[in-house]
């Protein structure tokens, strides 16, 4: 897998950053989250005076063998079906980039279906959908390199264009359970609590998915020693590549290359969460370039946050994906930039400092 360099941002001007936002003219922390996302962006991008430049979003299509076995109430044409509507602007995911100014870049990852016809979608198909991880990893050592390495190649293009802060989205039926086996195995949580209703089961199919997925694990664990709380790189590796989808291993390359060039990351709900979670027991020091969205009702998620000592912005009772709950959430990171730029100091305003 390819080698990222990513570090946390440099400390020097957290002591500054501080004073200038509780400088402002307010009680000293009476913006909560507000100071505390300008304090956070301030440092990524190493300035008093933080700016969001062209923010882009990615949406990531990929299949699932997984799908075979009756895990998810959609069926598998759904991915294709919503990847064409995207690519018509009609989906969810247009019209919150159209409200909040996204550049939004439709990708196929791994869609079981030939879209090049669409040529607002960029083909970068590693492959027609993973294989059935019921059985077999589901992609191999070559397809996983080649999903991270698209995904890099992406927020490339993507600050070429100015960017300095990104989303990233998916639409790829029956991705819930690859995430929900990654929750558990790199969270270290029994399966049974991270498992839930996807896009809409009822509980008889949610049992039949957690046998399945317990299946899947048991078979993994028949070819690989459990793996200690802290487990090395090459086991995480091992593990993405068993159970990943090309469209979920994509956005760790593509949350991985942007925390190596210091964009601010806006993770979304469930799936995103699982990917950011996969992308910092890669890189632990990612985990600072992420600001987290969104808690879905997915069963787990606030246990998958906690994992990653997250609080999300909204919780809105929404379960699309495609990046929607990150782009709902961009005005308020929007409102911290302004409160730091914007807003007067006591002592410009002539006003009495009282802490």
């Given at each position: 897998m ?7 941002p440099a ?6 950053l501080?004073?200038?936002?509780d ?5 000293k ?8 996302l ?7 991008q190493q300035t ?5 430049r062209?923010p882009?979003?990615?949406?990531l299509?990929?299949?699932h063998?997984?799908?075979r076995?009756?895990v998810?109430?959609s069926p ?6 919503q990847?064409i ?5 009609g989906?969810g995911?247009n019209?919150?980039c ?5 550049d939004?870049?439709i ?8 879209l090049t016809?669409y ?5 970068c ?6 294989r059935?991880?019921l059985?077999?990893?589901a992609?191999?050592?070559e397809?996983l390199?080649r ?8 927020v ?5 264009k100015g960017?300095n802060?990104?989303?990233?989205g998916e639409?790829g ?7 929900s ?11 049974d609590?991270?498992i839930g209703?996807?896009?809409g089961l ?7 998915k957690?046998i ?6 048991d078979?993994f ?9 802290m487990?090395s ?8 590549r068993?159970f ?5 291993v994509g956005?760790i390359?593509?949350?991985?290359r942007?925390?190596?060039r210091?964009?601010t990351v806006l993770?979304?709900g469930f799936?995103?969460?699982a990917?950011a979670?996969?992308a910092?027991?890669l890189?632990?020091?990612s985990?600072?370039y992420m600001?987290?969205g969104?808690c879905?009702?997915?069963s787990?998620?606030?246990k998958?946050l906690?994992l990653m000592q997250a609080?999300?912005?909204?919780q809105l009772g ?14 308020i990171i ?6 730091i730029?914007?807003?007067n100091?006591f002592?410009?305003a002539h006003i009495?400092?009282?802490?």
């Open positions: 390819r080698i990222f360099n990513i570090q946390r400390p020097h001007l957290s002591e500054a501080q004073a200038k936002i400088n402002l003219n307010k009680p922390g009476s913006l909560g989250r507000l100071e505390e300008a304090f956070q962006i301030g440092l990524i008093l005076s933080p700016a969001l062209h882009c979003h990615l949406l299509g990929g299949d063998g997984i799908e076995e009756s998810s109430v598998r044409e759904v991915t294709w079906q990847m509507n995207f690519s018509r602007g989906g995911v019209m919150f159209r409200q909040h100014r996204f939004l870049t990708v196929d990852m791994g869609v079981d279906y030939d016809p040529p607002d979608i960029l083909n198909k590693v492959a027609r959908g993973t059935n991880f059985h077999e990893p992609m191999s050592c397809q390199d999903a991270i390495d698209c995904g890099a190649m992406l490339d293009r993507c600050v070429e960017c802060i990104i989303s990233i639409m039926i029956a991705n819930t359970s690859p995430s086996i990654w929750m558990s195995l790199l969270g270290h949580i029994p399966l609590e991270c209703a996807g896009a009822d509980a008889k199919s949610i049992e039949h957690r399945v997925l317990q299946k899947a694990v078979n664990h028949r070819c690989h020693t459990p793996f200690p709380p487990s790189t090459s086991e995480v590796e091992e593990i993405i068993h990943g989808g090309f469209e979920m956005a390359g593509a949350m991985l942007a925390a190596e210091h964009l993770v979304d799936i995103m969460g990917c979670l996969a910092t027991r890189y632990p020091d985990l600072h600001i987290f969104h879905g009702e997915e787990g998620h606030r998958m906690s609080r999300p912005l909204l929404m379960r699309l994906g495609e990046g929607t709950g990150a782009l709902c959430a961009y005005p929007e409102s911290a930039i302004r409160m730029n914007e807003m100091n002592e410009n009495t400092k009282y802490f």
